[in-house]
Every structure is written in C-alpha cells, then in structure tokens.
C-alpha cells in the first residue's frame, strides 16, 4: 500500500507484527510505513488533515511530528518508519500514557503519540498480515484512526530493514508488559496530603494519577501553590479536582483532621496517600478509622521511628551494638553501664529524621556527648515532638539503597542503588566531624555488588520490612553490607573511585540503616522510572485502592523485559560550596545550557534551591543540595561515573551578591 496524495510524501506498508512472549503480554500487533517526501517538498508547510474519523494527537502525528522527521530526514540522510500499534485484545489499558514513559530513552524514537485516554476501553483490531492484505477500501487514515498509537522512528542510513528489526526489538524489551485489562476500570478518588514544594518535585505523580483514571483531590497549608483553581496562577489546576486547606501538622489532631475532610467532601473518597514520613503513621489512623484501605498504622510508627526499627533488628541480630536512648541524660546512664568501653566510631541519629538530617559519626566519648545532645534537641520542639536518639555501631562498607515493591508479602520489583561516600565516611583522625556529614554526593543505578550480596540484601530487607508489620507497599531502604567483598577505591583507567571486588570470601550480611515506608525520593523515582521503566508513584496510588489496584499493580511493577535497565545512571548530587541568597534563576539549567557537551548526556536534572531562596553552606547542619543531575551511558558505568565527575567538578552557581 501507498499514499501520495494530499498528504504530501509517501507511505509505504513495509511490516507486520510484533511478537512478545506467548501468553497475555501478546496485547498488540503493528504496521511500518516507510515515509518519504513526496517530489519536491523541501519548503512545503505541514498538511491540514480534515478527517473526522482521527482525534486531536492522530492529527498531530501527521500535522507536525511526521511533516518534522521528513524534513530532518533531508539534510540528515536517515529513513523515517511511522509504526502504528493495534491492540490484538479488547479492554481497559492499565495506564493511559504506558507508549510515553516506556519508550522514554530510545534512541532510534523521533517522538511517540498515544491515542489513549484514561479508563477508555479499545476493541482489538483484526491482525493483517500478507494472507490478509490491506483492501482498497482500508485506506491509511482509516487505519491510523483504529490505532492505539503511532511512533515516528529514524535511522542514520537507507536501511529500511535495520530500523525496522531494531524498533520491533526495542518495543518488545519495552512493551512486553500486559497493558490491558479484560474488565473495566472504574474512576476513583484520592486525597493527596501534603502536594510537595513544586512541581518539579511532583510531576510524576501527578502525571501518573490522571493516566491511571484518578481523581486527586490535594489537602495542604493555605497559600500552597496547588490551591488557586486559577491557571493563569497556577497552570497545574487541571492536574486535582479540588484543594483543601487544612493544618497538616504531624500532630496529635493530624489523624481526625483527615477524617473530618474526608466525610465533609461531597463526593465519595476511595483512598487517602502522603508520602512524607513523619505523616504517614497518622494517614494510617485515618485509614483505619474510614475504613480505607491501609496497612496497619503501627508497623507505620515502627518504620517511621528508627529507634523502634532499630529494636527489631537488634532483637533479630542478637543485640549489644546499639542503644536507643530517650533523651540526651540517658547516655550517662550507657556510659556508666558499660564502663565507657564502647567501640568506637559509632554513629548518632535522631529517631526522627529525613535527608541524613543530623546523623553525624563520633569518635571518642566527647563528640558523643555532643552529638547526642544535639540530635536529642532537633525535633523537641517539633509538631512531631520526639528527643529519643539512636546510637549505633559506624559499618565501614558499601551502602546502597534499596526499594521495594511488595503485594501480600511477595516482592514484585526490587532495585539496588549504590550510594557512594559521602564525607563522614570520608573523615580520618584529624578534622572536624560534624562538618563531616552524610550527605549523598553521588548514587549509580543499577549496583555493582557481587550478585550474591544483592541476593542478600533483598533477603535480608524483606525481612526486616515484614518485622515491622507490612504485607504490602512502596519501600525505600537504606542499609550497608557488613563483610562485603567490594570497597570503593580509585579506578586504574581513569582514578575515579568506584566499587570494586578487591576481597576474597567473606561472611556479607546486611545492617538495615532506615526503612521509609514510601517511594524514594523524587530524583530517585525518575531514575527508576528512566532506568527500569517502573513508576513508584503510580503503585502508590493503586496501594492505596485496595483490592481493586491489585491487577494494575501486578503488570506496572514488571520492569523492561529481562529486568535489565535501558542504560547505567549517575545522579550527580550538587551541593552548596557557599552560603547566601541564590541568585541564579535555575542554576542547573544555566549549567547545562553552558556546557552542551555534557547536556547530551543528561536525561533528567532538578533545582532544589530556586532563586531568592536561602542556600545553606557547606558547614550547615541543615543538608539540603542546590540541584541534581541525572547523566546516563549506554557504554557502561566507566563513562557514566566520568560523565558524574565532570558534572560536579563544573557546576557552580550565583548567588545575588555576586550578580
């Protein structure tokens, strides 16, 4: 088949289906056309499709994206394939916008369309195939407006069948998922508890709620920035049906004041969501209290308190390493006890805490004292008041993070992410030690641990997530393997540290740091996202409807095919070298914009500090980054960790005394 006409180039049908795994992920089949210029189009303008049949994105597929890749196909010597996707089954997709966020990251994709809308049922095509050719009657808009999606895709030479082999395998290392199911999918509504900072700290979330058919309704502080229903204030309105100001203190009251906006909301709530950990054990009650679907608000308070966490593991581990104390006099007591005999160096923490806020590594009986004096006071005065500190031993090996996704006890996804030092693992003898604190500086997706040290760690984790009381839920684990065979130490090639295998056998075990019983952060949820095509948020939200998310989940938690991530990820963590007043209206953007040889490797990046907003320096206690970075590398993670270093060894910003 070929059109010329009025379309101004041509489209020739080239080749058929798609073949994934046998069984339910088999949901679509597919169409190539060879698109080509029609004569001499070199200066034409893009066409006006009149078709009543096709919506408003099958029309942009023609109107601009194709009419674009042809003419960059001119000076650029590449052969342009439109592949349209069938679905080969009827039913309701599981998510609205899954061609976009799975596809994210393919070289060969100029642009990706989806006609889908949310909760929308298909009704399967019949397959053609060269014993079932395309009628006369079966015209190419015909065929594009009973298709789910159209990709544009281009490759660097005249070879057709290349692009077309490697598209097919791409979209079954991607796709391979069952996106459809058979019974339909009905609307339901959320209250979201705190909305976040921004939206460049939110988006996936919000994005993720309206593709799977979910209505937000946002509960937060008067004055936040998704209260005005205005879009010329604020253009993300559309993205929650209503927000409620309410006082989201995580204080005594916080529990009923949920109930109370839930039952006073016209319309019915099928769940409640916060992702803020010193909250999440009173959403809980609240659940529980409306009958909403919620794991228990006690394994909540477990994973929200590090020295109850703590409890657990020592009681599982056999104990003696590590105290909880319930105030700062208490150590006096320890100290007495044990005779001041204590291993030393030993780390302090606050039982409350978030961004290794006020974690600090002591090293002889003085700085103990003091540190825990001071992490007794950060949160006395707190809405969440708590003095309690947690004293545990310094575990001198590699730390990860680790997230989990579980449904009833079984871990449908899990992905390990090395944190590599920081500077309180870093101090020696001579300096100051809370200066040495344990901010991130730099995280590599996926790890480079031995295989079966992984293995232990997902063990070991699992375990320590179901002591506290969960049978499901999105968790972000920070741990260290005790014993590992691997250290950080500086590459041969290039000398930047990395992880290595540099020891022979020895006994690994797992020292569990923290469970946080929600999504990682939202740089980490991108990176999962980008890397293994997993979106935390969206099962999140579907925990959160019970029984009725469960089938959703099962398929969204199913990485790209193999478990392999698409590419190796650096997230370059970017902190103040200064204190003061920022200056720079989006100080990660400019450094990109001004160094474009780096920009082509980032696939995401983040400003945390907006202009005019206070930038604590380098001695702050309050560890907050300027910005991240996430770079990627097909090649392997020598080039990632390169692409890392000169991100943080470039990056500067200016703050408004320097303007």
Request: with cysteine; aromatic share 8%.
């Amino acid at each position: 088949m070929a059109q010329t006409d009025r379309l101004g180039w041509t489209l020739s049908l080239q080749s058929g289906l798609i073949r994934g795994p046998p069984g339910p992920s088999q949901t679509h089949w597919s169409l190539d056309f060879e698109a080509v210029l029609a004569g001499d189009q070199s200066h034409s303008a893009p066409i006006h499709i009149e078709d009543d049949t096709l919506n408003e994105a099958q029309r942009a597929l023609l109107q601009t994206d194709l009419f674009d890749a042809l003419h960059y196909n001119s000076v650029k010597n590449c052969v342009t394939v439109l592949r349209l996707l069938f679905p080969s089954v009827s039913g309701t997709p599981i998510r609205s916008d899954f061609l976009h966020y799975r596809l994210n990251g393919c070289e060969l994709i100029h642009s990706v369309h989806s006609f889908l809308q949310p909760l929308h049922r298909i009704t399967s095509v019949p397959v053609i195939t060269p014993t079932s050719p395309i009628s006369t009657s079966q015209t190419f808009l015909s065929l594009l407006s009973s298709s789910i999606g159209g990709i544009i895709a281009q490759y660097p030479s005249s070879d057709l069948q290349t692009l077309s082999n490697n598209l097919t395998y791409e979209l079954t290392y991607r796709l391979s998922i069952p996106w459809t199911l058979a019974t339909p999918i009905t609307r339901r509504r959320i209250f979201w508890i705190q909305g976040r900072a921004n939206i460049q700290a939110s988006q996936q979330f919000y994005a993720a709620a309206h593709a799977l058919g979910i209505t937000l309704v946002v509960c937060d502080e008067p004055g936040h920035w998704m209260e005005s229903s205005d879009t010329a204030l604020n253009p993300w309105a559309h993205y929650r049906e209503a927000f409620i100001p309410m006082c989201i203190d995580p204080d005594e009251g916080f529990a009923q004041r949920i109930v109370n906006a839930v039952r006073a909301y016209p319309e019915k709530v099928d769940g409640v969501v916060c992702i803020s950990d010193v909250r999440l054990e009173g959403v809980a009650r609240a659940c529980e209290i409306l009958g909403l679907p919620t794991e228990g608000s006690r394994a909540y308070k477990v994973a929200g308190d590090k020295g109850l966490t703590r409890k657990l593991e020592d009681g599982n581990e056999g104990g003696g390493e590590s105290f909880v104390l319930e105030d700062a006099q208490g150590l006096e007591t320890v100290l007495r006890e044990t005779g001041g005999r204590l291993q030393y160096p030993l780390i302090v923490k606050p039982c409350t805490g978030w961004n290794s806020d006020c974690v600090v590594k002591v090293r002889d009986e003085e700085e103990l004292r003091a540190a825990v004096s001071r992490a007794s006071r950060r949160h006395a005065n707190s809405a969440a008041k708590n003095t309690r500190v947690v004293v545990e031993p310094y575990i001198d090996g590699p730390e990860v993070d680790a997230n989990f996704l579980i449904q009833d006890g079984e871990v449908l996804f899990c992905d390990i992410t090395d944190d590599f030092p920081c500077p309180g693992d870093m101090v020696h003898a001579e300096g100051k030690t809370f200066a040495a604190n344990f901010m991130e500086t730099l995280m590599d997706v996926p790890t480079a641990l031995p295989e079966d040290e992984q293995q232990i760690i997902k063990e070991s984790l699992r375990n320590s997530i179901a002591r506290c009381g969960f049978k499901s839920g999105v968790f972000h684990c920070e741990a260290r393997v005790r014993g590992s065979r691997a250290a950080y130490r500086p590459r041969e090639d290039n000398g930047i540290l990395d992880l290595h295998e540099v020891m022979g056998k020895r006994q690994a075990s797992c020292y569990l740091h923290e469970i946080n019983a929600r999504p990682p952060g939202y740089i980490n949820c991108v990176a999962a996202l980008l890397a293994y095509g997993v979106d935390y948020y969206a099962i999140r939200l579907l925990l959160a409807l019970g029984e009725e998310g469960k089938e959703r989940i099962k398929a969204l938690a199913q990485p790209f095919a193999g478990g392999k991530p698409q590419y190796t990820l650096g997230i370059a963590v970017l902190p103040p070298t200064r204190e003061g007043i920022m200056g720079s209206k989006d100080a990660v953007k400019e450094f990109l914009d001004a160094n474009p040889d780096l920009e082509k490797h980032v696939v995401f990046h983040q400003t945390v500090k907006q202009r005019g907003e206070l930038v604590q320096g380098p001695e702050s206690s309050e560890l907050w980054c300027v910005g991240y970075v996430i770079v990627a590398s097909r090649t392997g993670r020598k080039e990632c960790l390169e692409l890392a270093q000169i991100v943080r060894e470039r990056f500067d910003y200016k703050l408004i005394d320097e303007i």
